[in-house]
Each structure stands twice: as structure tokens, then as C-alpha cells.
Nanobody
Framework: QAQLVESGGGLVQAGGSLRLSCAAP????????MAWFRQAPGKERLFVAG???????VYADSVKGRFTISRDNAKKSVYLQMNSLKPEDTAVYSC?????????????????WGQGTQVTVSA
């Protein structure tokens, strides 16, 4: 059962923008390290971006300069603003959280997950 709730996916043309949201209503959100991952069909789940408790961020090289992760502890939510989208950004995007510090890139190091939201970028 998903414990995080994502929203904001959809279909967009190349060059467009989308904003994903992820809510964690059942957690002391400010203590969580949060991240976004994505998985394209037939591919492994890959790290996209992460933010720690001090709002320090880490990005995959493939999205640097185009995507921005942010968090709002009062709303218990994390966001992923995606600009200049490319067809290769098409994937199911999932948010994840962990209680331990640092922002690892392996999905195995995260404790809670959302159900995922589809992002499709047309050429």
C-alpha cells in the first residue's frame, strides 16, 4: 500500500513543463529525506532528484538545470518542477522517503514510496 501520494503527471509536448507533487500525510515530514525516481518501460528505476531536511538538493546529471526539487514542511509535501522536457523524460515518476540522513541514489535505501504517476513527453 502506497504511503505517499503523488499527483501532477500527464502528457506534454517536448519543451513543455510539468509540476509533480507528493504528499506524506501520515509522517513527521520534516524528518524525512525525500527523493524522486523514474522508471521507463523495460528499464531500471533511476534516481532523479533528492532533498534533505535542510533543503539541500542533489540531481541526476540528466536533469540538472531543467528540474527543481523543493519541499514544504508545513504542507508535508515535496515537489518536482520539470522544465524543458524531452521525450526521454517519459517514465513513471515515484516519490520516496527515508528517515536516515543523506540522499542516496539507490531505490533500495528508501523506506516509503508512492504509487507513481505517468509522465509522457511527445516529440
Amino acid at each position: 500500500q502506497a504511503q505517499l501520494v503523488e499527483s501532477g503527471g500527464g502528457l506534454v509536448q517536448a519543451g513543455g513543463s510539468l509540476r509533480l507533487s507528493c504528499a506524506a500525510p501520515g509522517y513527521t515530514f520534516s524528518t524525512l529525506v525525500m527523493a524522486w525516481f523514474r522508471q521507463a518501460p523495460g528499464k531500471e528505476r533511476l534516481f532523479v532528484a533528492g532533498v534533505n531536511r535542510r533543503s539541500e538538493t542533489v540531481y541526476a546529471d540528466s536533469v540538472k538545470g531543467r528540474f527543481t526539487i523543493s519541499r514544504d514542511n508545513a504542507k508535508k509535501s515535496v515537489y518536482l518542477q520539470m522544465n524543458s522536457l524531452k521525450p526521454e523524460d517519459t517514465a513513471v515518476y515515484s516519490c520516496a522517503g527515508r528517515l536516515r540522513p543523506l540522499i542516496p541514489a539507490s531505490p533500495n535505501d528508501y523506506d516509503v514510496w508512492g504509487q507513481g504517476t505517468q509522465v509522457t513527453v511527445s516529440a
